[in-house]
């Protein structure tokens, strides 16, 4: 099918496949654990927050359950409790497995996980009373932040290592995005605390460079690292080589490139030079190449074999994952162009699109990742295949209601946020009963990871001593892999 | 794709493109703005902040009010913006000089606060939508802020800092009153210093449609 196969299917023996999965096992579990536990507290505060939404008395006058503080606290909990460790632990179990060497110093990478939760807790605890900074995605005190830094460069030094100890072969697709991904997260963490937190430049050349962050995160560290784990683990489980290498560089490259120009589209007419919002509207409207070049390649990859997405949890996840990644850029794309933005920009439609990367994107991804890594890890299945349904479902539902509700209330809510007869009030009697339903769809979300992590419990327990995969449905394709989903 | 460095670099060359364009070109183009001299009161623009307002913008970071409220007046004639009166020029980046963090938001829940100062001149008034946001407007969607006010016994005399017009659910049992705690007071300040009605040369008014 393609003249540059999946490497490593045929040239690893599943002995020594099974040595590298076991020396990762104590970090990874670590990250993972640890991700769901924040995964589950945070949507616990997202769904708090969207009720208070729709019922603004609730729980109000307490500091640290006001809207403010909470909504900030989910956020941050979302992109520094659970996706930057689920994408720092799916990442060391990749570089591994792609690199095939067995990690050492596996210790180092145990304590990076450990002092990073400490400075998470610190810096959420510190958010809830009222040291926030409010600056969009980066909202932890500053107090809190070296320490994140100093585990992640414990990390950085590790990968660094493995990435120099692996062989000569030539470099698979994954390891780009997983390599890009560890590059890029602590440039764009260590630069934007620098320069807006710790040392604060003066606040007219904040907002761009506060923008360059948060565009940064979801392009550049979380979408290269959910990348990886589909470029791996999709034609891994489905036994099916990626589709084209040339859809590979484009797709890539192209990312590297835009991904990291957008910002200036999210302060369209705003405080920002011109020319910085035209290269931001350019390159979100660019980011539909990337976003056509990984979406198709997966596409075709699994283009005749997608009997595999119906049985295998990982894969569906992952190919859900990446579908709303490609929803993600294509509605990114629309919502920058001057026009469109001129009426949607303070909408819920941003919120909307912000749930769609997030939980749309990388939660789902992330959990394909999860559920395709840990049998191999701890050696046993998942507990029970119907608790992966309704965790598969409940997150579905939940992401397609908040979405396509806020998606279609924001456009009205926008109309009388813009249209000068309509009154202010007007807006939020429009939005109130599709935030109803967004909160429905929270309280779903929140159910399917709370069932996400028991599942996660059950499996490092080893409750149900369940011999046979966790599959969805009756298993019709083979898989290069026989153990596990 | 074969090496490693090769990679590296290509990452390194695309990235730092972008960190130039905009980080770079912003700390080095607007991070050096200064103030302009105002002509007509010998001050500057945009005008220096009573300390108390710098405190306030602490508080504000600290409870999130920009996950609600905005303070950019965008572009016209793209945006309607200052059709629907959010100010009477563009907001442009030398307004947020005299600010530590400027927070131009990203979401309307509430109103936009670039102008506020130029619309509400009132301490109290601001005290007691912080304090009891529905007993002013009846479909506000604000939540209370009464963890930065102090409910207490009068002594003697009523405080000349208590909240005065509280009414309904809202008004204190006789003999005690609200009065606001120095958080409340330095946010009110800030919020009154939320003002850009000088005249930028950068950002004209738009001509009168």
């Known amino acids: 099918m393609s003249a540059f196969p999946s490497i490593s299917a045929n040239t690893l023996s599943t002995a020594d496949r099974a040595r590298i999965d076991a020396s990762t096992r104590g970090p990874v579990l670590l990250f993972f654990g640890s ?19 729709i019922l603004p008395w609730f729980l109000e ?9 909470i909504t900030q606290a989910a956020t941050t909990i979302f992109a520094y409790g659970f996706a930057t460790p689920a994408a720092i632990g799916a990442g060391i179990w990749l570089a591994s497995r792609l690199c095939r060497v067995e990690l050492d110093h596996h210790k180092l990478l145990v304590s990076a996980g450990i002092v990073w939760n400490l400075g998470l807790l610190i810096g959420a605890s510190g958010i809830l009373s009222g040291d926030s900074t409010s600056l969009p995605l980066l909202c932890l005190p500053g107090y809190s932040t070296p320490i994140l830094l100093l585990s992640y460069l414990l990390v950085a030094i590790w990968a660094l290592l493995t990435f120099f100890r692996r062989g000569d072969s030539p470099l698979f697709v994954a390891e780009w995005f997983l390599f890009a991904g560890l590059l890029a997260f602590p440039w764009l963490f260590a630069a934007a605390n620098t320069l807006l937190v710790w040392n604060p430049v003066n606040a007219p050349a904040q907002p761009a460079i506060a923008y360059w962050f948060a565009g940064g995160f979801v392009n550049l560290w979380l979408a290269p690292m959910g990348a990886a784990a589909a470029f791996y683990i999709i034609p891994k489980a489905s036994g099916q080589p990626v589709a084209s290498h040339h859809l590979d560089l484009l797709g890539f490259w192209t990312l590297m490139l835009f991904g990291s120009w957008t910002a200036g589209a999210s302060l369209i007419g705003g405080p920002v030079p011109a020319w910085i919002q035209s290269a931001g509207v350019a390159a979100s409207v660019m980011m539909l190449v990337p976003a056509f070049a990984i979406g198709v390649n997966l596409h ?19 190919a859900t994952g990446i579908g709303c990644l490609f929803a993600y850029w294509v509605l990114n794309a629309i919502n920058s162009l001057p026009a469109v933005n001129a009426v949607t920009h303070f909408s819920d439609i941003g919120r909307a699109l912000t749930v769609l990367a997030f939980y749309g994107f990388f939660a789902m991804a992330a959990s394909g990742a999860i559920y395709y890594i840990v049998p191999r890890l701890t050696g046993h299945e998942w507990p029970c295949h119907g608790g992966v349904a309704w965790h598969y ?71 149900r001593k369940n011999a046979a995969p966790a599959y969805l449905a009756v298993r019709e394709a083979d898989s290069t892999e026989p153990v596990a989903v | ?51 108390l ?120 049992k006789p003999g005690y009153e609200v009065v606001p705690t120095q958080k409340a007071k330095a946010l009110a300040a800030y919020l009154l210093s939320l003002n850009q009605s000088y005249a930028l040369p950068e950002a004209p008014p738009p001509p009168a449609q």
């Open chain 2, 53 to 172: 307002a710098v405190i306030g913008e602490k508080v504000y970071a600290a409870n999130g009010c920009v996950e609600c409220h905005s303070q950019q007046v965008r572009l016209a004639p793209l945006t309607t913006d200052i059709a629907k009166e959010l100010g009477k020029r563009q907001t442009v980046a030398r307004d947020y000089l005299r600010r530590t963090t400027a927070f131009p938001g990203s979401n309307r829940t509430g109103q936009d606060l670039s102008n506020y100062g130029a619309r509400n001149d009132d301490a109290n008034a601001i005290h007691k939508k912080l304090y009891a946001p529905r007993s002013v407007v009846p479909w506000s969607t604000m939540p209370s802020y009464s963890y930065l006010y102090e409910v207490r016994k009068i002594q003697g005399q009523p405080s000349n800092e208590s909240v005065v017009g509280l009414t309904g659910a809202a008004a204190p």
């Open chain 1, 61 to 69: 006058g307490i500091s640290f359950l006001t809207y403010g503080r």
């Open chain 1, 35 to 53: 991700a769901l536990f924040w995964l589950v507290f945070g949507l616990a505060l997202e769904t708090l927050a969207s009720v208070q939404l």
């Open chain 1, 393 to 463: 479902w409940l997150a579905a539902v939940g992401v397609g209601l908040i979405v396509i509700d806020l998606l279609t209330g924001g456009l009205i809510q926008a109309y009388a946020l813009t249209n000068p007869i309509v009154e202010f009030r007007s807006a939020l009697d429009f939005i109130w009963p599709f935030r109803f339903m967004s909160a429905v769809g929270f309280i779903l979300l929140f159910l399917s990871a709370a069932n996400f992590a028991l599942l996660f419990a059950g499996i490092l327990l080893d409750t």
């Open chain 1, 300 to 318: 075709l990859t699994l283009s005749g074999h997608y009997a595999t997405v119906g049985w295998s949890p990982a894969l569906r996840f992952l």
């Open chain 2, 1 to 51: 794709m074969k090496k490693l460095p090769s990679l590296f670099f290509g990452i390194l060359v695309l990235f730092g493109s972008a960190w130039i364009g905009v980080v770079a070109y912003s700390y080095n183009n607007l991070s050096v703005l200064e103030p302009l001299p105002d002509e007509e009161t010998g001050g500057t623009l945009p005008p220096t902040l009573p300390g």
